[in-house]
């Protein structure tokens, strides 16, 4: 199994960006999907889920209206638009499968600073 998050990076506030996790290894097209986040000195929570057909997306109220979930089963992609972006969503994001195994992406960093 394999989980690679890319597409982070410096933006300034009120910028965009998007993320990527490719994925191999398992049936992705059945699993739950999600992205997580951990800032400096906290912990990792969760941001956003998808379900394994994409028609039922989650946020954490921090994100709503700013940021989307989507996935492609076809080329085992999952992705997070993030709009507006605020200094406080300054953090390395994940990747993960919401299953028995839960496996992680080793993350990307997202900074977001003027």
């Known amino acids: 199994v394999r989980l690679v998050e890319f597409g982070g990076g410096l933006v300034q506030p009120g910028g965009s960006l998007r993320l990527s996790c490719a994925a191999s290894g398992f049936n992705f097209s059945r699993v739950v999907m999600s992205w997580y986040r951990q800032a400096p000195g906290k912990e990792r929570v969760v941001v956003a889920v998808?379900?394994?057909?994409?028609?039922?997306?989650d946020y954490t109220d921090s994100v709503k209206g700013r940021f989307s979930i989507s996935r492609d089963n076809a080329n085992n992609m999952m992705y997070l638009q993030m709009n507006n972006l605020k200094p406080d969503d300054t953090a390395v994001y994940y990747c993960k499968t919401i299953d028995r195994a839960g496996y992680w992406g080793q993350g990307t960093q997202v900074t977001v600073s003027s």
């Open positions: 998808i379900t394994p057909g994409g028609e039922r997306t």
